[in-house]
């Protein structure tokens, strides 16, 4: 496996596991709110989402190779 692909594959994975870990923060945080009086402003929550989930999609589409498929059309 040439060294460039070991690379991006590591970044990939660390990418998902970011994102995991950011998702999993979000849910704690939010589960210890209700139990907590400390409050979780919904700007952060948000902000803690879409950066967790753009981490986790963007480390699986590295991950993922892309094929190009060729369609036939109907002769």
């Not at 998902?16 to 870990?21: D, E, K, P």
């Not at 999609?57 to 991950?63: D, K």
């Amino acid at each position: 496996m040439p060294q460039g692909i070991f690379t991006m594959s590591r970044f990939a994975l660390s990418l998902v596991i970011i994102g995991l870990m950011m998702n999993m923060l979000l849910v704690l945080l939010l589960l210890g709110d209700a139990m907590l009086p400390m409050r979780l402003s919904l700007s952060a929550a948000a902000a803690l989402a879409l950066s967790g989930g753009c981490a986790l999609v963007a480390g699986l589409a590295m991950i993922e190779p892309r094929q190009m498929v060729r369609q036939s059309g109907m002769d």
